[in-house]
């Protein structure tokens, strides 16, 4: 008989977490704030795994009910997996609802691990207050509402602009084939990168820049979630639409005579976009 | 190893039928077992121009419903003895036609077939999908015409990500351009894409170019596969196709005139 094949691995991987920290041991605030929050975006958890952070109540006598908690938590998409930090009453508690135990404070994942993805859970122990804006932010831009926040910590959000949320890295995007009319690309969280031709009714998004070795007679949109930073490469301006962050441009009387069929880089210039032919 | 081979286009009445009736009469008359299926339900063409609407008896449906055998369904075409018809039911509507039931019949005609040409019905919808979808080569009929290039664009796009073979990850779709309606006089006048102009936005092989002509419609209302005319530059250009398909090499690109800076061209400033 052959060798029978193992029928478990065990391994330590390093996924990234959505934290909620818990600022307060009032349970009917925290769901209020949180419905308040949430209910715009309904499906923005689903089944997502979520720690609960409760350094900021670990002084507190008071255990959250955590039961009542974790049944709120999943009526929106998350699962309560475990808690960070608190005092000893209270992770008793946790283990008592069925929660696991993190070590006590989170441990900053840049110096263990090289995460693919760093989202808005990257926190470093030190910065915890600083990170919950973040965690706003980071939900904030992922549900299309930059300027609609009301939650955990709005004075910091405030000072921070929405294009200076942590973007998510993720590897390239790259298109070695035609890309044709009807087809729509979207590098999320990523640049764009095609070597095929992009031809007319087709369409680029990329969350980052996108650069495209062939002629561009489709469109294409960088930075779609609004980085103002995003750049467009293209070999040879052939394009519908180009846009960056919301600012667009259509040719509707044809593209300029100087950059029609040549190299050319597009950025943003406050509103301004522009395009510029690359020197060689 | 036999092959499936589609006939598509995306546009209607670019030529996909007149294309399926001579490629597959030609591939015949070369000697393979052929069969030509059209998957044009509710709209059935192919009979007309193969002349053969008055034996249809049995159609495709009546296959994949299990109504009746294979063999009671295929049609003997009357001037090639390799080649059979299977045809479209005209009663029924499109949507009669599964993947399911496709596939039992493609695989039971492999087993006696060498090429079995899929013509198409216009459109994306779910005919010129299931047409389609077993394909392992496709030959993209297009007019010189900004529209029906587009239209191959989009066929072209859903071949590389829909079809079977996408799917399954294997070996894309083997993809051939065939350009029809050639009117080269018009080409040089500006007022048609040139064949170059087409190859520069779809930009897979050429496999053949075949011109305007009034014969094509004569042999249509004929019932007669235009390969089979007589000294006509449209069953010359036709068997070329089919012998560049076979493999056939140094087969020079007739009826294409010469090269000049073209509608297109000038419309959008090519390089």
Do not use: W
């Not at chain 1, 993190?102 to 990257?122: L, Q």
């Not at chain 1, 180009?242 to 593209?255: L, M, P, R």
């Not at chain 2, 192919?46 to 009746?68: K, P, Q």
């Amino acid at each position: 008989m052959a060798r029978e094949e193992p029928a478990f691995k065990l391994k330590i991987t390093n996924l990234s977490l959505f934290v909620l920290y818990v600022n307060t041991t009032d349970m009917v605030q925290l769901k209020n704030q949180l419905d308040t929050r949430f209910n715009k975006t309904q499906d923005f958890f689903s089944n997502t795994p979520v720690a609960l952070d409760l350094s900021a109540i670990a002084n507190s006598n008071i255990s959250p009910d955590f039961a009542g908690l974790i049944s709120f938590m999943l009526d929106h998409g998350m699962h309560a997996t475990g808690v960070v930090g608190g005092s000893a009453e209270q992770r008793e508690a946790a283990v008592q609802s069925g929660l696991g135990l993190f070590p006590d404070t989170i441990v900053k994942p840049a110096v263990k691990t090289a995460p693919i993805s760093t989202t808005a859970s990257g926190i470093t122990p030190d910065a915890e207050k600083d990170s919950q804006p973040e965690l706003g932010l980071a939900i904030e831009t992922a549900a299309g509402e930059p300027n609609s926040s009301n939650i955990l910590d709005s004075d910091t959000q405030l000072q921070k602009p929405a294009s200076q949320v942590l973007p998510t890295f993720r590897p390239t995007m790259i298109i070695n084939k035609p890309v044709r009319t009807g087809q729509r690309i979207y590098a999320e969280g990523a640049n764009l990168v095609v070597l095929g031709v992009v031809n007319a009714g087709a369409e680029l998004i990329a969350d980052g820049d996108i650069h495209i070795y062939a002629p561009l007679r489709g469109r294409a949109i960088a930075g779609a979630q609004g980085n103002e930073n995003a750049r467009i490469f293209i070999h040879s301006l052939e394009a519908e639409l180009i846009s960056i962050a919301g600012c667009f441009k259509v040719f509707e009387n044809g593209i300029p005579e100087n950059l029609r069929g040549k190299p050319v880089q597009v950025h943003l210039d406050g509103s301004d976009l522009i395009i510029e032919p690359l020197l060689s | 190893m036999s092959k499936v081979i589609v006939v598509t286009s995306g546009k209607g009445g670019v030529g996909k039928t007149t294309t399926s009736a001579s490629f597959s009469s030609g591939l015949a008359l070369r000697g393979n077992k052929t069969v030509v299926i059209d998957f044009d339900v509710g709209l059935r063409n192919l009979d007309l121009i193969m002349g053969c609407e008055r034996r249809v008896v049995y159609d495709i449906i009546n296959v994949i419903n299990g109504e009746v055998s294979l063999k009671q369904a295929l049609i003997k075409d009357k001037n090639c003895d390799n080649l059979y018809i299977l045809p479209a039911s005209q009663t029924r509507d499109k949507d009669a036609l599964n993947l399911e039931g496709v596939e039992r019949i493609l695989n039971e005609l492999k087993e006696s077939f060498d090429y079995i040409v899929c013509d198409s019905p216009a459109g994306i919808e779910s005919g010129a999908f299931t047409a389609m979808y077993f394909a392992d080569e496709a030959l993209v009929v297009t007019n010189p015409e900004v529209s029906s290039v587009r239209d191959s664009d989009r066929i072209l796009g859903i071949l590389a990500a829909k079809s079977k073979r996408a799917v399954d990850g294997l070996d894309p779709v083997k993809e051939h351009l065939l350009v029809t309606r050639y009117d080269p006089k018009r080409v040089e006048a500006g007022e048609m894409l040139s064949v170059t102009d087409i190859q520069e936005i779809l930009r897979i092989p050429l496999i053949g170019v075949i011109p305007e002509s009034e014969s094509v419609l004569q042999a249509s209302n004929a019932g007669t596969p235009a390969i089979h005319l007589d000294k006509s530059d449209v069953a010359d250009a036709y068997r070329d196709v089919v012998g560049r398909f076979m493999g056939d090499e140094g087969l020079p690109m007739r009826f294409v005139s010469v090269e000049k800076k073209g509608f297109f061209k000038r419309l959008l400033g090519g390089r």
